[in-house]
Each structure stands twice: as C-alpha cells, then as structure tokens.
T-cell receptor, first 113, second 112 residues
Framework: GAGVSQSPSNKVTEKGKDVELRCDPI?????LYWYRQSLGQGLEFLIY????????KSGLPSDRFSAERTGGSVSTLTIQRTQQEDSAVYLC???????????FGQGTRLTVV | AQSVTQLGSHVSVSEGALVLLRCNYS??????LFWYVQYPNQGLQLLLK??????LVKGINGFEAEFKKSETSFHLTKPSAHMSDAAEYFC??????????FGSGTQLTVLP
C-alpha cells in the first residue's frame, strides 16, 4: 500500500528461531498498528503506537511477541522462539488517528516450518 | 467494547447483478465504520468510510454503504458487479478503542 513499506515480503523460518519484521511508514502519520491475518482467525490487532504515548500492547498473543517504534517512524515486530501457529501474514498500518482511515502495507508472509 | 459481524463468509453473484455484503456492528460509542477490500496477495485497500456525516457513503469502484443506527448495520452495495470486484471484503469499526476491529471477511465471487 502507498505510504507503508514492509520487509521482508516473505519469510520462512525454522521453529524456535527468532524473526524480525519491519514496517517503514512515510512520515506524518502519528499512529502505527500491527495486525496479524491468519486462516481461521481473520484480522487480529496486535499492537498500536500513538506518538510518544505508551504503546497499546493488548493484542499481543504471548510474551514471545514484542514491538518497538524508533523515532516515531520505523517499527519492528519481533517474534522470539517462533512456533508453527505464528505462521500468518503480518500487516502494518498507519493512520492519522480517530476517524481517519488506516493505510496498510502489503504485509509479510511468515511461514514457520 | 466494539465488534463487527459479517454475515456470509462467501457470496457469489453473477456479473451485472447487485452486490450486497452485510455488516452489523456493536459499539458503546458512536462508531467510525470502514469497508476494506483485499485482492489476492495484497494488503487492504480502503473502499469507503463513515464518520458521522452523511449516512449514505459513496466509495471507490462504484461501491456505497448506508449507516443505519437503528439496525446497527453498515451494509456494502454495488448496483452491478464486475469480474474485477472478486476479492475479500472486510468491514471494520473503531470507536472507544483506537484500533480497528475487523469482521471475519466476506469472499466475493463474480460469476460470468
């Protein structure tokens, strides 16, 4: 999607390894979200960053998942000790907040083997 | 708390026929409502949004949706389906929570 670049586009990793997924948004959007899209679970909210406020981590499924946003721009989602159930498409989105729409990246397809 | 229910995980229509994708929402505050479309192996693209202005919202590609508070619905319609409309459609709500809450999606198939 325009304005949000995610890398890598595809990632295959072995069970138990750590992975880092990157989201690189255009500047000017204060809110950044991570979602997970998997078969049978639909689109799940993971974490939300808004400006300098503490992130809303309420959607993270376990303590193996963490995310940070540096300088109010680039964000990295880290999954430690990956499990097969972590296989999904991880989507990053940016927004001006409130009633403004979210713009989504193309996603990173993670496959844990 | 907020939630979205999309009735029908799969909808098939003939080319040229009316498209109707159903969405009902629950929100403890006046909601903002969105429809997104996802084509295969792509991210989500906004079709339209409702933000408490006009209840009938027009979006891209000939789609529109009507906000009906009494029915807590925000159904998506298009008068005449095109083959290129085949995709998965997601209804979403944001309100008291900053993040979007999505429905489970409706896969639209357009038959020739």
């Amino acid at each position: 999607g325009a304005g949000v670049s995610q890398s890598p586009s595809n990632k295959v990793t072995e069970k138990g390894k750590d992975v880092e997924l990157r989201c690189d948004p255009i500047s000017g959007h204060t809110a950044l979200y991570w979602y997970r899209q998997s078969l049978g679970q639909g689109l799940e909210f993971l974490i939300y960053f808004q400006g300098n406020s503490a992130p809303d981590k309420s959607g993270l499924p376990s303590d193996r998942f963490s995310a940070e946003r540096t300088g109010g721009s680039v964000s990295t989602l880290t999954i430690q000790r990956t499990q097969q159930e972590d296989s999904a498409v991880y989507l990053c989105a940016i927004s001006g907040g409130g009633d403004t729409e979210a713009f989504f990246g193309q996603g990173t397809r993670l496959t844990v083997v | 708390a907020q939630s979205v229910t999309q009735l029908g995980s799969h909808v098939s229509v003939s080319e040229g026929a009316l498209v109707l994708l159903r969405c009902n929402y629950s929100s403890s505050v006046p909601p903002y409502l969105f429809w997104y479309v996802q084509y295969p192996n792509q991210g989500l693209q906004l079709l339209l949004k409702y933000t408490s202005a006009a209840t009938l919202v027009k979006g891209i590609n000939g789609f529109e949706a009507e906000f009906k508070k009494s029915e807590t619905s925000f159904h998506l319609t298009k008068p005449s389906a095109h083959m290129s409309d085949a995709a998965e459609y997601f209804c979403a709500v944001s309100g008291s929570a900053r993040q979007l809450t999505f429905g489970s999606g409706t896969q639209l198939t357009v038959l020739p």
